[in-house]
């Protein structure tokens, strides 16, 4: 594998399911980022963590949670979403915040339904 | 605010002419510039960064600097219908994370 890699592609869920999203960098990155993307709309910057730390957290609601259990994997864990939560789920890495290269890989995306 | 404005198009161009793509951004302490890539259902793809003022040519992509007036451009040369996507500016501060524009549509038609 090389690069960013998200899984699962697709994924449909109920208002009342629980589900998680994986993100996976084969870069040797240190930052990685969650963003959504709604049709016709502009990437929306969710969470980012640095070395492992959560450094970012922009006003997500709590049925979104967040966890980086090492530099390499990020996850967004999913609870009592709505409809218009249906969006890309796009995940990123970057070197470290610290190194000032914010040059970001972007993996495939989740297409999130939410019936 | 830290904002990032893009010009949403549709920029249409003829193929083989020269695409010329915009962005302005409002932290004048802004240090690093990137320009994106997305195909329609896409993730976007990162095409060019540019950190100091001037131009940085990469095969037919030129991306130019301007701090003082706080703008950055990428210029497509001999565009193609292939090229045809939504590009994205990105800028980054003090906190190095990324602020994206909205991005810009361009057209290359036949």
């Known amino acids: 594998e090389t690069g960013v890699t998200q899984t699962p592609r697709h994924l449909v869920m109920g208002m009342t399911n629980k589900k998680s999203l994986k993100c996976e960098q084969h870069l040797g990155h240190n930052a990685m980022y969650w963003y959504k993307q709604s049709a016709k709309k502009p990437l929306e910057l969710m969470f980012v963590y640095s070395l492992e730390e959560r450094v970012e957290n922009n006003s997500v609601p709590s049925r979104f949670s967040p966890e980086c259990p090492n530099s390499s994997h990020l996850f967004l864990h999913l609870h009592t979403l709505q409809p218009e939560d249906s969006a890309l789920y796009l995940c990123?890495?970057?070197?470290?915040?610290?190194?000032?290269?914010?040059?970001?890989?972007f993996g495939p995306g989740t297409r999130l339904t939410v019936t | 605010q830290k904002e990032v404005e893009q010009n949403s198009g549709p920029l249409s161009v003829p193929e083989g002419a020269i695409a010329s793509l915009n962005c302005t951004y409002s932290d004048r302490g802004s240090q690093s510039f990137f320009w994106y890539r997305q195909y329609s259902g896409k993730s976007p793809e990162l095409i060019m960064f540019i950190y100091s003022n001037g131009d940085k040519e990469d095969g037919r992509f030129t991306a130019q600097l301007n701090k003082a007036s706080q703008y950055v451009s990428l210029l497509i040369r001999d565009s193609q219908p292939s090229d045809s996507a939504t590009y994205l500016c990105?800028?980054?501060?003090?906190?190095?994370?990324?602020?994206f524009g909205r991005g810009t549509s361009l057209i290359v038609h036949p």
């Open positions: 990105a800028v980054t501060g003090g906190s190095y994370i990324p602020t």
């Open positions: 990123a890495s970057s070197q470290a915040l610290s190194s000032g290269r914010g040059e970001q890989y």
